[in-house]
């Protein structure tokens, strides 16, 4: 394998560890605001345990939040794509 091989090799697994550790990032994240948002939300005197309203209303929040997030990823990661395919071809018409 020649060195060049060998140091896109590594390139990509560094990158690809790089991109793990963003998603893992964002995944904490979202726990930590879902949490703090469906807690404030629902829980008006916290004690030993959650009746069912508190429980009912935790579960419809937290469903409510994942789509929203998910929804907003979707667009995002979309609006990366178009904006890269953009850039490629931005330097494809200057050659």
Same mark, same amino acid.
Do not use: G, R, V
């Given at each position: 394998m020649s060195e060049m091989a060998a140091a896109n090799m590594e390139k990509g697994e560094l990158m690809s560890q790089v991109k793990q550790q +963003?998603? %893992? &990032?964002? &995944?904490?994240? !979202? %726990?930590? =605001? !879902?949490?703090? =948002? /469906?807690?404030? =939300? /629902? +829980?008006?005197k916290p004690g030993k345990s959650l009746d069912n309203t508190e429980q009912r209303c935790i579960s419809q929040c937290m469903d409510r939040f994942m789509d929203a997030w998910n929804l907003v990823s979707r667009t995002y990661g979309n609006r990366l794509q178009r904006e890269q395919y953009r850039t490629m071809d931005s330097v494809e018409m200057s050659n």
């Open positions: +963003i998603a %893992l &990032a964002n &995944a904490q994240e !979202m %726990l930590s =605001k !879902m949490t703090e =948002k /469906c807690f404030k =939300k /629902c +829980i008006q």
